[in-house]
């Protein structure tokens, strides 16, 4: 079933991007699904999903993470010292909230507005949670905008999950958050589309890593007094 699920994906990056970037993908896929030990990579159409909010016109169909590029990404949150608290906006079947764990952060959360995507994300951090007692773990099943940011949230994760609408109304959300307890947040953002409404809203890209022109991604961050108009 698994290699149906690979073939299914390998086909779909083939047609709609390239042959070489569907071979990279795959690779990675079945080495990433193989460490982490879960199951996340099979393609899922949201319009068969039973969906919570009125954003379903906004949002994408289920991807998971790109492998590679999240385990860079994260790597430089571990040499910068900023993997603390973490919440997916978009969590899908869990996979960055089992990569995340693997790199040092604490308090992960994934927002999902799928329930079944919900589900199988409970499911593939179950074992996470034995392995890693101190750390919690919390998949909250909720439209993105609705979602209420918790003080102690210092990063936020995006991989493309919504269109511009939906994400400068999150963008609003971390803003408020910030001004009821000023902190130093990041933004770890994976194919960043809308990177510009975090700029216009006073972030800075720190980093940024981009492969075979289609798997790239950022980190932006927002200091405290860092508060442009927006």
């Keep these: 079933m698994k290699l149906l699920h690979y073939l299914h994906y390998f086909f779909y990056i083939a ?57 860079k990404l994260f790597s430089h949150m571990q040499s910068i010292n900023a993997n603390n608290n973490i919440v997916d906006y978009g969590c899908g079947k869990g996979r960055v909230l089992v990569v995340a764990a693997s790199y040092g952060f604490k308090k992960i959360i994934g927002i999902e507005f799928a329930r079944e995507l919900c589900e199988m994300a409970k499911k593939n951090i179950l074992r996470l949670q034995y392995n890693f007692p101190e750390k919690f773990f919390n998949v909250i099943h909720a439209d993105a905008v609705d979602y209420l940011i918790e003080d102690d949230i210092n990063v936020f994760f995006f991989f493309n999950p919504f269109n511009e609408i939906v994400m400068l109304t999150v963008v609003k959300n971390i803003l408020r958050s910030l001004k009821i307890n000023p902190r130093e947040v990041y933004a770890v953002y994976l194919n960043p589309v809308h990177k510009e409404i975090f700029m216009s809203a006073g972030f800075e890209e720190i980093y940024h890593f981009q492969k075979l022109h289609y798997i790239h991604g950022c980190i932006l961050k927002k200091s405290p007094e860092d508060f442009g108009a927006f």
């Excluded at 080495?31 to 906004?58: C, M, R």
């Design 15 to 71: 047609f709609n991007w390239n042959f070489r970037l569907a071979l990279f993908t795959i690779r990675h896929e079945v080495k990433g699904e193989k460490k982490y030990v879960i199951a996340t990579s099979e393609l899922n159409d949201l319009k068969k999903l039973s969906l919570k909010g009125n954003n379903f016109i906004h949002a994408e169909n289920y991807q998971g993470a790109n492998y590679f590029l999240l385990e």
